[in-house]
């Protein structure tokens, strides 16, 4: 019912930075919450954010604070990762999700397809 797309992948530098998009479709993008994901081979899938709808609250895994902002645009169905000071070991697919919740969980419902990050040294 809902499709997510992620864009703005790609090779970077390291110490570089990027701009993930996830632009949903099919359903209403301001009742969801949004999270940012990835993972890198042989590795578990990571969480990395979440926002909700309105934008009121943002909840990051520690390790990415500082570096990694998301936020989103629900008049361009969109949702964002910026990605500052990337480091070889951020390279992974990243995905997008929607979901509900509360910023104690969320249950992700639908998934995008992925973005491919690569970190070059």
């Known amino acids: 019912q809902v499709q997510l797309v992620e864009s703005g992948g790609g090779l970077v530098q390291a110490g570089g930075s990027l701009r993930l998009s996830c632009a949903a479709s099919?359903?209403?993008?301001?009742?969801?919450?949004m999270g940012w994901f990835r993972q890198a081979p042989g590795k578990e899938r990571e969480f990395l954010a979440s926002?909700?709808?309105?934008?009121?609250?943002?909840k990051y895994v520690d390790s990415m604070k500082g570096r990694f902002t998301i936020s989103r645009d629900n008049s361009k169905n969109t949702v964002y990762l910026q990605m500052n000071s990337l480091k070889v070991e951020d390279t992974a697919v990243y995905y997008c999700?929607?979901?509900?919740?509360?910023?104690?969980?969320?249950?992700?419902?639908?998934w995008g397809q992925g973005t491919q990050v690569t970190v070059s040294s």
């Open positions: 999700a929607a979901g509900f919740g509360d910023i104690r969980e969320l249950t992700y419902e639908y």
């Open positions: 926002i909700n709808g309105n934008g009121g609250w943002v």
């Open positions: 099919g359903g209403t993008f301001s009742v969801y919450s």
